[in-house]
């Protein structure tokens, strides 16, 4: 059973910066993608942006220009640099971890969530 483990998350003011990491428990899993979503209060949870073992990097809308995700792929891990924050930014947000299974599929796998709160 692979593990998330998330780091960051906070208060924060609007404007400000705030940065997210992600670590899989296991580093010798192969994971096709790992990125970020968040659920903001009384909404669905959505998807922030993801990044594949190629360097492919996909952002919603919202953050783009604003947020930058990085990852290292030897130690299976994510992060997310979070700038230029707006209130509507605020929720908790859940890493993802697409990982490779024997049997050539994709098993999804979540973080536990960290909550971002940003005050305007």
């Known amino acids: 059973q692979v593990q998330l483990v998330e780091s960051g998350g906070g208060l924060v003011q609007a404007g400000g910066s705030m940065r997210l990491s992600c670590t899989a428990s296991d580093s010798s899993i192969s994971v096709e993608a790992m990125g970020w979503y968040r659920q903001a209060p009384g909404k669905e949870r959505e998807m922030v942006t993801l990044?594949?073992?190629?360097?492919?990097?996909k952002y919603s809308d919202s953050v783009k220009g604003r947020f930058t995700v990085s990852r290292d792929n030897a130690a299976n891990t994510v992060s997310l640099q979070m700038d230029n924050l707006k209130a509507e930014d605020t929720g908790v947000y859940y890493c993802l971890a697409d990982v490779d299974t024997d049997a050539g599929g994709l098993q999804n796998y979540w973080g536990p969530g960290t909550r971002v709160t940003v005050s305007s």
């Open positions: 990044t594949t073992t190629n360097g492919y990097k």
